[in-house]
T-cell receptor, first 111, second 113 residues
Framework: GQQVMQIPQYQHVQEGEDFTTYCNSSTTLSNIQWYKQRPGGHPVFLIQLVKSGEVKKQKRLTFQFGEAKKNSSLHITATQTTDVGTYFCAERLYNFNKFYFGSGTKLNVKP | DSGVTQTPKHLITATGQRVTLRCSPRSGDLSVYWYQQSLDQGLQFLIQYYNGEERAKGNILERFSAQQFPDLHSELNLSSLELGDSALYFC????????????FGQGTRLTVV
């Protein structure tokens, strides 16, 4: 079954507040990817992290990969209403071909 | 536009019936993945094909099957449909090295009545 746990399940924030979602795996990951799914849409790739301890930024989004390559986080600074959607992490495991998605964090931003 | 095409967009069928969902991957992508997303739920990995061969199986029911054809398009067959099979079914494709992103189609919304 799926190895990666994602929390929280839901997050409601006021516009301008920060938001963070976390993914934790019981096994070492070869890489981790993050996707965003807007309401009524399909998942869209945001970023991939490969190296231990890697940190990447995209404007207000900061992605981190843990030192042990078992956890990752996505942090959004000063949320906007355009950030609304569900954020998924996705894992690929060493020596496996399965491509599992976390359960997702649904973000709602109140204007 | 992701370059992945799924047909049909919507499908309504009765319990006990069989349907086929179709996916055309992005040009050049050899790998196809199928996912099921129930209402407001996560993405359940069903199965993956690479260049015509099954590569990995996830939580796919025995009533479901899939294949990938020589032209790389893929079909997901769902039979003996139950009300609980109502969901959004996504296809995704990638070039299938470990370090590549997956591109998702718009999905097929299946409603079983």
């Amino acid at each position: 079954g799926q190895q990666v746990m994602q929390i929280p399940q839901y997050q409601h924030v006021q516009e301008g507040e920060d938001f963070t979602t976390y993914c934790n795996s019981s096994t070492t990951l070869s890489n981790i990817q993050w996707y965003k799914q807007r309401p009524g849409g399909h998942p869209v790739f945001l970023i991939q992290l490969v190296k231990s301890g890697e940190v990447k930024k995209q404007k207000r989004l900061t992605f981190q990969f843990g030192e042990a390559k078992k956890n990752s986080s996505l942090h959004i600074t000063a949320t906007q209403t355009t950030d609304v959607g569900t954020y998924f992490c996705a894992e690929r495991l060493y020596n496996f071909n399965k491509f599992y998605f976390g359960s997702g964090t649904k973000l709602n931003v109140k204007p | 536009d992701s370059g992945v095409t799924q047909t049909p967009k919507h499908l309504i069928t009765a319990t006990g019936q069989r349907v086929t969902l179709r996916c055309s991957p992005r040009s050049g992508d050899l790998s196809v993945y199928w996912y099921q997303q129930s209402l407001d739920q996560g993405l359940q990995f069903l199965i993956q094909y690479y260049n015509g061969e099954e590569r990995a199986k996830g939580n796919i029911l025995e009533r479901f099957s899939a294949q990938q054809f020589p032209d790389l398009h893929s079909e997901l067959n769902l039979s003996s449909l139950e009300l609980g099979d109502s969901a959004l079914y996504f296809c995704a494709s990638s070039t299938d090295s470990l370090n590549t992103e997956a591109f998702f189609g718009q999905g097929t919304r299946l409603t079983v009545v």
